[in-house]
Nanobody, 127 residues
Framework: QVQFVESGGGLVQPGGSLRLSCAAPGFTLDYYAIGWFRQAPGREREGVSCIGSHDGSTYYADSVKGRFTISRDNARNTVWLEMNNLKPEDTAVYFC????????????????????WGQGTQVTVSS
């Protein structure tokens, strides 16, 4: 019954920016670390960024460090992913999910620890 909802994707030119939002009606996010993932056609789903529930811990994939920023507001029950200086290789469907095993982020996400995947939001970077 629990399903996350991703929004904010779209078509942008290289160097552009987007802000993705993650929400889950009827589900309280503040217990869990939240992760953003992406999947391009023909490729495996990969972890992009994660954030702990309260401690400020974060993770960023090497490919997005310095360009993406993850944040959350537990009062709004929402998690965001700010994406700047977008590149064509960022093109993918972006998903968010909750880590049911832990509330802190200590490294690259383990896919099997995450649940409540949404339908994703498409990000296309092209000129």
């Amino acid at each position: 019954q629990v399903q996350f909802v991703e929004s904010g994707g779209g078509l942008v030119q290289p160097g552009g920016s987007l802000r993705l939002s993650c929400a889950a009606p009827g589900f309280t996010l503040d217990y869990y670390a939240i992760g953003w993932f992406r999947q391009a056609p023909g490729r495996e789903r990969e972890g992009v960024s994660c954030i702990g529930s309260h401690d400020g811990s974060t993770y960023y994939a090497d490919s997005v460090k310095g360009r993406f920023t993850i944040s959350r507001d537990n009062a709004r029950n929402t998690v965001w992913l700010e994406m700047n200086n977008l590149k064509p290789e960022d093109t993918a469907v972006y998903f968010c999910a909750a880590n049911l095993m832990r509330s802190r982020v200590a490294g690259a996400p383990v896919l099997g620890e995450y649940a409540y995947w949404g339908q994703g939001t498409q990000v296309t970077v092209s000129s």
